[in-house]
T-cell receptor, first 110, second 113 residues
Framework: KNEVEQSPQNLTAQEGEFITINCSYSVGISALHWLQQHPGGGIVSLFMLSSGKKKHGRLIATINIQEKHSSLHITASHPRDSAVYICAVGEEDSNYQLIWGAGTKLIIKP | DTAVSQTPKYLVTQMGNDKSIKCEQNLGHDTMYWYKQDSKKFLKIMFSYNNKELIINETVPNRFSPKSPDKAHLNLHINSLELGDSAVYFC????????????FGEGSRLTVL
């Protein structure tokens, strides 16, 4: 079992739908990252959080430390949101390493 | 100005050759990383340097050798390339080791024939 599990693996939705991608982890963490990788290959950091909730435009990330769970939400989804969304956690007291989820491939249809 | 830039973006070469990928960041970050993304799209850490000091050295063949001449640069040299080395290699940086937002380069797609 991976220490960082994302669900779903693949998600196809219609433009305008509210999207939720989940990330569960089994280790104590210092921080959790959400990243986006577009079909062209570039990787962009979306959020880094260790508690609560962060919002940037139509993207919202939440984390529940007690439940070891984070969600990434996209409101009013758009085809340009189509990408792979990756969750990664920085393990507490680790040697600086991140543990990576396998990613969620999101396709938003017009 | 690109925050993290890596060159070349594409590299096609024959088995047995030696090649290098260069990475530079202009963010003033202390820590830089090399990741390998294989065909299954998993990102795997290979190396990390903090202020020119190697802090992460994962189990990679010793044909892979990182070099950090200063904290703004982290280069990856690969000797005796093998077919299995074909992948996309990403350079990244963060303000401090294991902490802070990650900034990635565009990736270098290596194809070994």
């Amino acid at each position: 079992k991976n220490e960082v599990e994302q669900s779903p693996q693949n998600l196809t939705a219609q433009e305008g739908e509210f999207i939720t991608i989940n990330c569960s982890y089994s280790v104590g963490i210092s921080a959790l990252h959400w990243l986006q990788q577009h079909p062209g290959g570039g990787i962009v950091s979306l959020f880094m959080l260790s508690s609560g909730k962060k919002k940037h435009g139509r993207l919202i990330a939440t984390i529940n430390i007690q439940e070891k769970h984070s969600s990434l939400h996209i409101t009013a989804s758009h085809p340009r949101d189509s990408a792979v969304y990756i969750c990664a956690v920085g393990e507490e007291d680790s040697n600086y390493q991140l543990i990576w989820g396998a990613g969620t491939k999101l396709i938003i249809k017009p | 100005d690109t925050a993290v830039s890596q060159t070349p973006k594409y590299l096609v070469t024959q088995m047995g050759n030696d090649k290098s990928i260069k990475c530079e960041q202009n963010l003033g970050h202390d820590t830089m990383y090399w990741y390998k993304q294989d065909s299954k799209k998993f990102l795997k850490i290979m190396f990390s340097y903090n202020n020119k000091e190697l802090i992460i050295n994962e189990t990679v063949p010793n044909r892979f050798s990182p070099k950090s001449p200063d904290k703004a640069h982290l280069n990856l040299h690969i000797n005796s390339l093998e077919l299995g080395d074909s992948a996309v290699y990403f350079c990244a940086s963060s303000l401090l080791a294991g902490y802070g937002e990650l900034f990635f380069g565009e990736g270098s797609r290596l194809t070994v024939l």
